[in-house]
C-alpha cells in the first residue's frame, strides 16, 4: 500500500511538472517582428532628376544611406527588389545598368527578381561584375542560374523563407533564347511544399513580377504570407501602392523610380498570429547622400561625357546638314508678348539648369532641355547649335522653319 501511494505520488509530480513546463513554454515564447524593406521599378534611376523640387526624391546615394540607418537599427530585417531596375536598351543605358548593378551589390539585397526589362541586355549581362542574389522559382534561364528559394535565420529566431515567380506572358524573350519558364501558380505550390518539409519557416515571402491583378490572385495561396509584386511598362505609369490585407496576409507594391523605399513590419504574436505594418518612406534632401556613392556618381558621369563627345561627330552628320528650326529669335519677330512670357518661365531657362549642375552632356537631361535634340536639324551642342538651347516654342509646335 505504502509503494503504490509512492508510485502515485510520483506518477502526480511528473504530471505536474509536464504541465507546468508546457505553461511555463507558452508564456515564454515571446511576440517577434522584423522588418522588411521593399522596393523595385527603379527603371534606370540611378539619381533623380532634380529638375524641380518636387521630384528630387530617390537616387543610390540616398539610399546606400537609408539602408545603413536600417541595418544599424535592426539586424532582424528583410531587403528585396521586384525588378525592372533598367529601361529599353541604349548606349548611355547600358552604362547605366552596370553602375546600377554595382550599387545594387553594394546595399546586400537579401534576394532579387529580375524583371522582364532588366533581361534587355542578355541575362549574361546580370552577372558581370556584380554580385546580386538573383532568385527565380518558375523560370530556368539559360545563361544564369539563380536558386528557387532562398532562407534567412534571424538573430530573434525566426526563419523567413523567399520564393519568386514571374509571369511567361512578359518574359517571351526569355523563353527564345533558350529558357523556360513555367506555371507560376503550379510553381509556387511545389516550392512552398518543398520549404514547409525541409526549413519550416515561419513566415513565406513570395515575390513576383507580372501585372497586379495576376499578383493579387497568389495571395489565396496555401503557406504564403506577404506577395511583393513589381512591374511597371513606363516611369510616368501610376502605381497603386496602397496594401491588401486578406485572411491574416498581405499584398504590397514598391512605388516607382526608386523614390520611395517600401516598409513593411511583421508581427508575429505568441499564438502565432500576424499582424503587419507598411508604411512608405521618401528618400528626399532628409537622408544624406553617401560618401562613397557620391564618387560612384561621379564616375558615370565621366562615362556619360565621354560618349557624349565621341558620338559628336556621328550626330553632326546625321542630324546637321539640314537646317529646319527657326529658332526663338524667328518667332520673337511676331510673337513677342508671347515670347516675353516663355523667357520668364522654366522653359526659357531649362538649358542654364542643367549646365548649372554639369549635366549639360547627359543626353537624357538634354532631350528634356534643349530644341530638338538627336533630331534632324536640332541641338547638337552649345558650340554647334547655341540658338536651340532651352525648351523652345517648336518643341511642341515642331519645326517652323518654313513657316518663318
Known amino acids: 500500500m505504502i509503494r503504490h501511494r509512492l508510485f502515485m505520488a510520483w506518477v502526480a509530480a511528473l504530471t505536474l511538472f509536464g504541465i507546468a513546463s508546457d505553461a511555463r513554454s507558452l508564456t515564454e515564447i515571446p511576440a517577434r517582428e522584423f522588418l522588411i524593406v521593399y522596393s523595385g521599378n527603379t527603371l534606370g534611376e540611378l539619381k533623380p532628376c532634380g529638375c524641380a523640387k518636387e521630384e528630387d526624391q530617390g537616387g543610390f ?12 537599427k535592426s539586424k532582424n530585417t528583410l531587403f528585396v527588389d521586384t525588378g525592372d531596375s533598367f529601361k529599353e536598351p541604349s548606349r548611355q543605358g547600358k552604362i547605366k545598368a552596370r553602375y546600377l548593378m554595382q550599387a545594387m551589390s553594394l546595399l546586400k539585397y537579401d534576394a532579387v527578381i ?3 526589362k532588366d533581361l534587355v541586355y542578355g541575362e549574361a549581362f546580370l552577372n558581370e561584375g556584380a554580385s546580386i542574389p538573383w532568385l527565380l522559382s518558375n523560370a530556368r534561364l539559360s545563361k544564369i542560374n539563380p536558386p528557387e528559394t532562398r532562407i534567412k535565420k534571424l538573430e530573434n529566431g525566426l526563419t523567413i523563407a523567399m520564393l519568386a515567380v514571374v509571369d511567361p506572358d512578359l518574359y517571351y524573350a526569355a523563353e527564345h533564347s533558350g529558357g523556360r519558364i513555367t506555371d507560376p501558380k503550379e510553381s509556387a ?6 520549404l514547409n518539409a525541409s526549413e519550416h ?16 490572385s497568389l495571395l489565396a495561396l496555401d503557406g504564403v504570407d506577404v506577395v511583393i509584386n513589381g512591374h511597371i511598362e513606363a516611369d510616368t505609369d501610376v502605381i497603386d501602392m496602397t496594401p491588401v490585407k486578406q485572411d491574416g496576409k498581405i499584398f504590397i507594391q514598391p512605388g516607382p523610380r526608386g523614390q520611395k523605399m517600401g516598409e513593411l513590419t511583421v508581427r508575429i504574436d505568441k499564438a502565432g498570429n500576424k499582424s503587419f505594418d507598411q508604411r512608405m518612406v521618401r528618400l528626399d534632401s532628409n537622408i544624406k ?4 556613392m557620391i564618387k560612384w556618381y561621379e564616375d558615370y558621369n565621366r ?17 546637321g546638314k539640314e537646317k529646319v528650326y527657326a529658332s526663338e529669335q524667328m518667332c520673337l519677330t511676331c510673337h513677342l508678348g508671347k515670347h516675353d512670357v516663355w523667357s520668364k518661365s522654366r522653359h526659357g531657362h531649362a538649358y542654364e539648369t542643367i549646365n548649372r549642375v554639369n549635366k549639360a552632356f547627359d543626353p537624357e537631361c538634354l532631350k528634356c532641355h534643349v530644341t530638338g535634340f538627336d533630331r534632324a536639324g ?3 551642342s552649345e558650340v554647334d547649335t547655341p540658338d536651340l538651347k532651352n525648351v523652345q516654342c517648336e518643341v511642341c509646335h515642331g519645326p517652323g522653319l518654313e513657316h518663318a
Not at 540616398?62 to 541595418?71: E, G, H, I, L, S
Not at 547622400?289 to 562613397?292: A, I
Not at 562615362?303 to 542630324?319: N, Y
Open 61 to 72: 546615394e540616398r539610399r546606400v544611406t537609408y539602408f545603413k540607418q536600417v541595418a544599424m
Open 114 to 116: 529580375p524583371g522582364d
Open 189 to 194: 505550390k511545389k516550392s512552398i511544399d518543398k
Open 201 to 216: 519557416p515561419d513566415v513565406i515571402v513570395l515575390l513576383t513580377h507580372m501585372k497586379r491583378d495576376k499578383a493579387l
Open 289 to 292: 547622400f553617401d560618401p562613397k
Open 303 to 319: 562615362e556619360v561625357e565621354d560618349l557624349f563627345f565621341a558620338s559628336l561627330d556621328a550626330r553632326k552628320d546625321q542630324h
Open 378 to 380: 536640332g541641338f547638337i
